[in-house]
């Protein structure tokens, strides 16, 4: 990303459920302010949302970051957690290994990653077991 772009940054807490979204309901408020269209607000909160509950269930929690200029907007996912072993499969509808209580709770159903990649244009996901994942989501808007 350029210099002229507008970058918004959250700490995604990993110490509860309660706290997960705020990133991108913030995400959300922004866009809407400068003019963003509805359906790429959707997508965008959406994949986001995705992305915080997977920072939360598997990493502790992590940073969302926000860019946005004129053509793009990107948002990136760190977190410093176990890593994806096998990204192939994670990409899997309903694949998951999140643990019993946490799919007892509702979540961890296997439609994060699914779910991160048909709600943006472009996703990259750069992973390494044992140090953490970084997810880049990529939005044209010309």
């Not at 929690?61 to 200029?69: L, M, R, S």
Request: net charge negative.
């Amino acid at each position: 990303m350029n210099s002229e772009a507008l970058h918004y940054h959250f700490d995604v807490d990993g110490a509860s459920f309660a706290n997960a979204g705020r990133a991108s309901v913030e995400t959300k408020k922004l866009l809407r302010q400068i003019g963003v269209s509805p359906d790429v607000i959707r997508r965008i909160s959406v994949a986001m949302y995705e992305g915080e509950i997977n920072m939360v269930i598997h990493a502790h929690g992590g940073d969302a970051d926000v860019y946005i200029t004129e053509d793009t907007i990107l948002i990136t996912l760190k977190d410093v957690g176990p890593g994806i072993r096998n990204v192939e499969d994670a990409m899997k509808e309903g694949f998951s290994t999140a643990p019993e209580n946490i799919r007892a709770l509702g979540f961890g159903a296997g439609m994060g990653l699914p779910n991160m990649k048909r709600y943006s244009d472009d996703m990259h996901i750069d992973t390494k077991v044992g140090v953490g994942t970084s997810i880049e989501l990529w939005y044209h808007l010309k």
